[in-house]
Nanobody
Framework: QVQLVESGGGSVQVGGSLRLSCVAS????????MAWYRQTPGKQRNSVAR???????NYADSVKGRFTISRDNAKNTIYLQMNSLKPEDTAVYYC??????????WGQGTQVTVSS
């Protein structure tokens, strides 16, 4: 079991930046993959960015070049730096720990609102 707590969400204008953080209650070393997802009302939760323990990253096409995911295993924390934000980035952002087997562990989510 692991508990994940996101922070850093908020309201920002178009073109602005935010940095999300996700702190785990235990070591994230046992999770090869950590990820950020986002969800808007009535829509499914979609992957935004993923990072492996070796540092390999993967991004959704819609955020490539604007978002950067990173992880600090010593602090049991992952981050999502979001630049050049657009209104379509407005969503609840969730941190996820992806175990080798079984369902993801999820945080409670943090709201990001981008206004024009």
């Amino acid at each position: 079991q692991v508990q994940l707590v996101e922070s850093g969400g908020g309201s920002v204008q178009v073109g602005g930046s935010l940095r999300l953080s996700c702190v785990a209650s235990g070591s994230i070393n046992r999770f090869n993959t950590m990820a950020w997802y986002r969800q808007t009302p009535g829509k499914q939760r979609n992957s935004v960015a993923r990072i492996t323990s070796s540092g390999n990253v993967n991004y959704a096409d819609s955020v490539k070049g604007r978002f950067t995911i990173s992880r600090d295993n010593a602090k049991n924390t992952i981050y999502l730096q979001m630049n050049s934000l657009k209104p379509e980035d407005t969503a609840v952002y969730y941190c996820a720990a992806v175990p080798p087997l079984g369902p993801n562990y999820w945080g409670q989510g943090t709201q990001v609102t981008v206004s024009s």
